[in-house]
């Protein structure tokens, strides 16, 4: 429930990749992934993977956030 939270309070002001990033690296940390390069190689793959599949090839458009990303 804190990561939905924290995702739904964080989509607009910090955009969908970085706020996914922060919820991958939250969810693996909280299941008990503890090796910082399987985290951040997973955490970087499903948030920039995913926000490119949705707005490229789905054509559907993704909140970007302040600082552009």
């Known amino acids: 429930m804190a990561a939905l ?7 607009d002001p910090l ?5 996914m990033l922060a919820m991958y690296l939250f969810l693996l940390y909280t299941f008990g992934q503890r090796r910082p390069v399987v985290m951040t190689l997973v955490s ?4 920039f993977g ?3 599949m949705f707005v490229r ?3 559907v458009p993704l909140p970007i ?3 552009g990303f």
């Open 57 to 59: 090839w789905l054509k």
């Open 65 to 67: 956030g302040v600082l």
């Open 50 to 52: 995913v926000y490119h």
């Open 5 to 11: 939270a924290g995702t739904t309070a964080l989509l």
């Open 44 to 47: 970087l793959a499903g948030s």
């Open 15 to 19: 955009g969908f990749r970085l706020t």
